[in-house]
Each structure stands twice: as C-alpha cells, then as structure tokens.
C-alpha cells in the first residue's frame, strides 16, 4: 500500500469485524460498503456489451477480467497443485 491510510481502510474494509450488510445475490458474499458490492457485481456479468469472457481452465467460472481469473486462479487451483 502507499500510504498508512490506505492500508488502514484496506484492514477496515476486508479483514476487520465490521458489519458487512451489502449482501451480493449471487454468489452471498458480504460487503461493508456499497460501493464493494458494486465494484464486486461486475465480476458476475458474463457476455454483456461484447465484454470478453474469461474461463478458468479447471473449474470453467467466468471472469469479466484477466486479473480476477488470475486471482481466482492463484486463490484455489495454482496453490493447490505446490501443496501436494
């Protein structure tokens, strides 16, 4: 993080107790902030406005960006296979 006050909201909003009551519909998960759960939405649009579709090649979840597909597959695949 650049700044100390960045990170502080960063641990504010991720990883702290903080009442997270913006529930996402699709996938339930929780968020504190409003504007999370709508920058998380767009994670959920799959083929709209010609938006290319990224596929996780183990589990076939879609990704509006490259960036979460790789996340996703750091996260819960790429891990798994160094752990065993």
């Known amino acids: 993080f650049t700044d100390p006050?960045?990170?502080r909201q960063h641990i504010n909003n991720i990883h702290?107790?903080?009442?997270?009551?913006?529930?996402?519909k699709k996938c339930?998960?929780?968020?504190?902030?409003?504007s999370l759960?709508?920058?998380h939405w767009k994670t959920h649009l799959v083929s709209v406005n010609?938006?290319?579709i990224h596929d996780c090649d183990y589990c076939g979840s879609q990704f509006t960006s490259?960036?979460?597909k790789n996340k996703h597959l750091r996260k819960y695949h790429l891990q798994r296979q160094f752990k065993k």
């Open 50 to 52: 010609n938006r290319k």
């Open 28 to 34: 339930g998960k929780k968020f504190s902030k409003l």
């Open 66 to 68: 490259k960036s979460n």
């Open 37 to 39: 759960l709508q920058s």
């Open 16 to 24: 702290d107790g903080i009442s997270k009551q913006y529930l996402c």
């Open 5 to 7: 006050s960045t990170l």
